[in-house]
């Protein structure tokens, strides 16, 4: 089995910054793409960044400039460091891998979500 565990949510005042972790754990043979996505209060979950195992980036339009994402393929690691943030920004924010485990083939898996909230 695979978890993903994310860290570094929480409140901060609209142009400040945050930085997310989510780490991989368990049956992991190697880890492919890894990414963030996030749901706002009604509306659909969206795709915030992905980075691919050598290190190839693709962003949303609306985080270009303000978001970095980056990992650690030693530690099986993805980060989201946020700059500039503004309200529109407040969602859970979940990360995404997709892993090879040992005798399971590939498969993604998702962590549990850890709310982002820019309010002044």
Excluded: H
Aim: aromatic share 10%.
């Amino acid at each position: 089995q695979v978890q993903l565990v994310e860290s570094g949510g929480g409140l901060v005042q609209p142009g400040g910054s945050l930085r997310l972790s989510c780490a991989a754990s368990g049956s992991i043979f190697s880890v492919n793409a890894m990414g963030w996505y996030r749901q706002a209060p009604g509306k659909e979950r969206e795709l915030v960044a992905v980075i691919l195992k050598y290190g190839s980036t693709n962003y949303a339009d609306s985080v270009k400039g303000r978001f970095t994402i980056s990992r650690d393929n030693a530690k099986n690691t993805v980060y989201l460091q946020m700059n500039s943030l503004n309200p529109e920004d407040t969602a859970v924010y979940y990360c995404t891998a997709n892993v090879i485990s040992y005798g399971r083939g590939s498969r993604d898996y998702w962590g549990q979500g850890t709310q982002v909230t820019v309010s002044s």
